[in-house]
């Protein structure tokens, strides 16, 4: 078996401010993805990667980026946060378009 | 817009009877399609998947039915107990080409009444 961890767990910033949220996955899987989830808006992708140094962007992609820098690692930067923006983001890992593996989730808030 | 679409947001089945969840799909080249499970505060976990080359899988409780001309696919539970209450999610994709990704539906909240 393997194990996705996502830091931090919560993670509480300030309007403008650049932000960044970490995953590691020890599935050996090529591809990793972020989400975004919002109440009633199930998940939304935002950025995934298909390889180290690899990235494709999603259906949410503007307002963040992103980095592969090994296959076990995937990193996402909220560029500028929005005020009062709260939502869950989730990162999974993947052998291709098969059962994705889900990390915990970092619950943002901006104040 | 959005490829996956689930028409109803919530559903509430008596114990003993059978949750009915359907998936609409726009892209008519997916060729892969599944069912997640989400408790609150808990991520998503795969529930069960089907490829296109079949039209039903079992697997116990569950059965996914696949109807490709309609872009349709939908989650039977039959004997729904109140553990089977979460929302659920379904997601299809393509498996041939590049990139690997799938398009989730917005969820449905299941609600099995003892």
């Known amino acids: 078996g393997g194990i996705i961890t996502q830091t931090p767990k919560f993670l509480i910033g300030q309007e403008g401010q650049k932000l960044t949220l970490k995953c590691q996955q020890n599935?050996?899987?090529?591809?990793m993805y972020w989400y975004r989830q919002d109440s009633g808006k199930g998940l939304r992708l935002i950025y995934y990667?298909?390889?180290?140094?690899?990235?494709q962007k999603g259906d949410l992609s503007e307002g963040y980026d992103a980095s592969r820098e090994k296959k076990s690692s995937f990193s996402l930067t909220v560029t500028s946060a929005q005020k009062n923006e709260m939502a869950v983001f989730l990162c999974?890992?993947?052998?291709?378009?098969?059962?994705?593996?889900f990390g915990p989730g970092t619950r943002l808030t901006v104040l | 817009g959005q490829q996956v679409k689930q028409s109803s947001p919530s559903l509430t089945v008596q114990e003993g009877g059978i949750s009915i969840l359907n998936c609409d799909y726009e892209?008519?080249?997916?060729?892969?399609f599944a069912w997640y499970k989400k408790y609150p505060d808990n991520s998503p976990t795969l529930l069960i998947s089907?490829?296109?080359?079949?039209d039903k899988r079992e697997d116990g409780r569950l059965t996914v039915f696949l109807n490709k001309s309609g872009k349709h696919f939908s989650l039977h539970i039959t004997a729904s107990q109140p553990e089977d209450t979460a929302v659920y999610l379904c997601?299809?994709?393509?498996?041939?080409?590049?990139?690997?990704?799938?398009?989730f539906g917005k969820g449905a909240k299941l609600t099995v009444s003892p």
């Open positions: 999974a890992s993947s052998i291709w378009v098969a059962e994705q593996f």
């Open positions: 599935f050996n899987h090529d591809t």
């Open positions: 990667s298909i390889t180290e140094n690899d990235l």
């Open positions: 892209n008519d080249m997916f060729d892969y």
């Open positions: 089907v490829r296109s080359n079949v």
């Open positions: 997601a299809a994709g393509r498996e041939q080409g590049t990139g690997s990704k799938l398009s």
